[in-house]
């Protein structure tokens, strides 16, 4: 029995050595704010803080703070665990500062609501607000490509006593576990898919590194079945798109021209669209 539990032991230890470095992963990234890109101006007897592509806080009767959303392309089969904050740098902004409290928001033609008055349980405390640098709220895939999205908070208030500080530098990590994901395989990814995430994450240089598996085994290829660009019109219409067929055919781009009576007579679908799904 000792031996049997000697060897237990032995494998338990073995396990806590090597599987955090076999299961766990992280993706590194950093976000920066200056004083500079901060707009006060005052409203009633309040200050209120705009910063550039930032939206405000929502809960009512609160300090108006802006935070910042961002994306970031991630492996595809994990499972996010959270972020975890590396290291920060943070300014004191000189001043003193009674922060406008968060307003209930109506839709357009509706009459404005009641003026929200300020949380006192918040206002009159000495504990920082909002209590985070960094969240992260879900994620999901883009096609193929997998994103996790945060919600950043660069501003730091201590009600009570109206300081404001700015987290200037922010250094974090994304966690996450191997977990098998089911997402969209592309037949092929286009150039204006790597120009749309870049613009749209904020660790472009991390798209190639995580690009999702082909749907076939080589990629940018199809079967030689398949028909890549398909021109849908009508019977009247067909003739005059004849020459974009051969246009393309002779770039190099299998085409062909297909009326919606085709579609509808040949293909199987509960309507017009899914047998046009098919037929593409």
Not at 37 to 56: A, G, H, N, V
Not at 78 to 107: A, D, M, N, R, T
Not at 235 to 262: A, F, H, N, R, V
Not at 272 to 278: G, S, W
Request: with cysteine; glycine share 4%; hydrophobic share 35%.
């Amino acid at each position: 029995m000792k031996i049997k539990n000697q060897k237990i032991l032995f494998y338990a230890l073995i396990l806590a050595l090597f599987l955090p470095s076999l299961v766990f992963s992280k993706t590194q990234s950093s976000i920066s704010f200056s004083q500079s890109e901060l707009f006060f101006y005052p409203e009633k007897s309040y200050t209120r803080i705009q910063l550039p592509d930032c939206r405000s806080l929502t809960q009512v009767g609160a300090p108006e703070l802006p935070r910042k959303g961002i994306s970031l392309v991630i492996p595809q089969d994990v499972e996010v665990e959270g972020v975890k904050i590396l290291s920060y740098k943070k300014e004191l902004i000189e001043g003193e500062f009674y922060l406008y409290p968060i307003q209930e928001k109506v839709p357009i033609g509706f009459p404005p609501a009641p003026f929200a008055e300020r949380d006192p349980l918040i206002y009159d405390s000495n504990s920082p607000y909002p209590g985070k640098i960094m969240e992260v709220t879900g994620d999901g895939y883009m096609e193929g490509f997998h994103l996790v999205h945060l919600l950043v908070y660069p501003l730091e208030y201590i009600p009570k006593q109206r300081k404001l500080y700015l987290y200037t530098d922010i250094d974090f990590e994304i966690l996450y576990v191997d977990a098998k994901r089911n997402y969209f395989q592309p037949i092929r990814i286009d150039e204006s898919t790597i120009n749309k995430l870049s613009s749209l994450v904020h660790n472009p240089g991390d798209i190639k590194l995580h690009e999702p598996k082909r749907m076939f085994a080589k990629p940018g290829l199809l079967p030689s079945d398949t028909i890549p660009y398909v021109i849908i019109t009508t019977d009247y219409l067909k003739s005059t798109y004849e020459p974009l067929k051969q246009w393309k055919t002779m770039k190099g781009t299998k085409t062909e021209i297909k009326t919606i009576s085709e579609i509808d007579g040949v293909y199987t679908g509960v309507d017009l669209a899914e047998k046009k799904q098919k037929n593409v």
